[in-house]
Each structure stands twice: as structure tokens, then as C-alpha cells.
């Protein structure tokens, strides 16, 4: 059960979960018409931004000492991992608004990084769940899709799908004992509030 757990921890971790959030925004709104070449090269480039380098960054200051664990198990060696993740979630949402995004994909990602800014200061005296404040956003991004009528699809099962994951992702990081049932719900509202809001403000 514990391996399953850090499987899932691993997959839905908050480096790549905005990644999926743009996946979806691609292929199941009126973005969809965009040639595959363009969509795969924004998922590529939003990957790197969001992904590949602060994870580059966060194993470098573990090799270098400055973290004692790669998977963050201190609350207090947070900090500096919540930044480099808050460098590239910017990063990401400059990137999509200078390529001409819809406002409302880019404040998905504005929301995020409201979200990590929170949880960078809320850190500081509880080990509030960055995984579920990332599942958080995803979850509104799905019912933002559909509430907002963004999507070209039914959204009922990928909204269900997304309910579902957060489900799993919530439950294994009280398997692996990393946080408690309110750390856990703690960041899923601040990631839903977050994300919900702000790619809403476009539709005010």
C-alpha cells in the first residue's frame, strides 16, 4: 500500500500536476483546433518551465547538502523549494501570456502561483500539503472548464476523473503519513480558492 502511495505522490506531485492543468486546457477546450505540433511544443516548453528545472534545482540543493531529503519531508527545508516551484509557475504564466494564451489559461496560472505564495507563508508554522494544493487547482480548472462552458467536450467524467485523482492523492499522503487529514484539506481549498477565483476574473 505504501509503495502504491509514493507512486501516486510521485505522478501527481506539484511540479507536473499544472502541467496536466494545460494538457487539458488543450485538448478539450476550442484550443483543440491548434495544430499538434504547436500544442506539444507549449506542453514541452510548460513542462520544462514548471517540471523539469525546479526539480533540477531542488536535487542540486540535495546534492549540494542544503536539503537533507529530495522529497522535502522537513517542513522547515520547504521554503526554498517553494520557490524555485513559485520561479517557475511565473515563469510558465509569462510564458503563456506572451504566446497569446486566453486569459483565463493564463490565470490558471497566476492562481497557482497565489497558491504557492500562500503555502510558502502558511509553511512557516504548519506543513500545509503542496500536493493537494496542486490537485486543488487542477480541480478548479476542471470546473472552471465546464462551469464557464470553455470545454468543446462533456465534462461531467473529466471532472469526475479529477475528483477521483484527488481522492487517491489525498489518501496517500495520509498512507505515507506525510500530513494530516486537515493539512490535507487545507490545501486542496487554498489550491481550488486560488485557482477558481482568479480564472474566473475574466468572466466577471
Known sequence: MYKIARFISFVFGPP????????????????GVLPL???????????????????LGIWSLWKFGVLSDPVLK???ERTLPYI??????????????????PLWLVMFMVGAVLAVMI?????KWWKISAHMTAMGGLMALSMRMAVSHLAVVDMLWPVFSVALLCGMVGTSRLVMQR?????????????????????????V
Open 16 to 31: 507536473i500536476v499544472p502541467v496536466y492543468g494545460v494538457v487539458m486546457a488543450l485538448w478539450l477546450t476550442a484550443l
Open 37 to 55: 505540433t504547436t500544442r506539444m511544443s507549449v506542453v514541452t516548453i510548460v513542462a520544462l518551465m514548471v517540471c523539469v528545472l525546479p526539480l
Open 74 to 76: 522537513q517542513q522547515k
Open 84 to 101: 524555485i516551484t513559485l520561479l517557475g509557475y511565473t515563469g510558465c504564466g509569462y510564458f503563456l501570456h506572451m504566446s497569446k494564451a
Open 119 to 123: 503555502c510558502i507563508v502558511v509553511n
Open 179 to 203: 500530513h494530516t487529514p486537515w493539512q490535507v484539506a487545507a490545501g486542496f481549498a487554498v489550491g481550488f480558492a486560488c485557482v477558481y477565483i482568479s480564472s474566473g476574473i475574466t468572466f
